[in-house]
C-alpha cells in the first residue's frame, strides 16, 4: 500500500524533479555496483591462489627478502615488476630494502597477483 502511496505522489511531481529523483538513483546503484564488483574481485582472486598449486620458494625472511626472492624465482627485473604492478620503481626497491615495512595492501595485491603468489606469501607471523 505505502509504494502505491509512494508512487502517486512522485507522478504528481513534475519531469525535472522525476528526472533529478532517477539520476540521483542511478547514481547510488551504480556506486554500489562499483564496490561490489571490486570485493567480487578481491574474492576470485583469493578463491584462484587457493585452488591453484603454487610452485613458490619458501616464505621467510623479512617483507623485502620474500619479494626478492619471489620476484628473481618468476624471473622478473625490478623494471618488469615495476611495470606490470604499475607500482613506482623506487617504492619496490625501497620495500626490498626493508625501508618501506608497510607497503599498502593494494601495493601488495598486485605484486602478488603478478608474481601469482597468494596474499599470504607476504604476510608472516611477525609482521
Known amino acids: 500500500m505505502a509504494d502505491k502511496t509512494q508512487q502517486e ?11 533529478r529523483m532517477l539520476g540521483i538513483k542511478i547514481a547510488a546503484l551504480n556506486k554500489m555496483a562499483a564496490a561490489k564488483q571490486a570485493e567480487i574481485n578481491l574474492l576470485n582472486h583469493q ?3 587457493l585452488c591453484r598449486h603454487h610452485d613458490l620458494p ?16 618468476r624471473n622478473k627485473t625490478l623494471s618488469q615488476l615495476s611495470t606490470q604492478a604499475s607500482v613506482a620503481l623506487t617504492t619496490l626497491a625501497y620495500i626490498e630494502q626493508d625501508r618501506t615495512k608497510s607497503p ?18 607476504f ?4 609482521d
Open 58 to 73: 619458501p616464505a621467510a625472511g623479512t617483507l623485502g627478502q620474500r619479494l626478492t626472492e619471489l620476484r628473481k624465482y
Open 9 to 19: 505522489m512522485i507522478s504528481l511531481l513534475p519531469l525535472e524533479s522525476k528526472k
Open 104 to 121: 599498502s595492501f593494494y601495493t601488495i595485491y598486485k605484486l602478488a597477483k603478478v608474481l601469482d603468489a597468494p596474499l599470504e606469501y
Open 123 to 126: 604476510v608472516t607471523e611477525g
Open 47 to 49: 578463491l584462484n591462489t
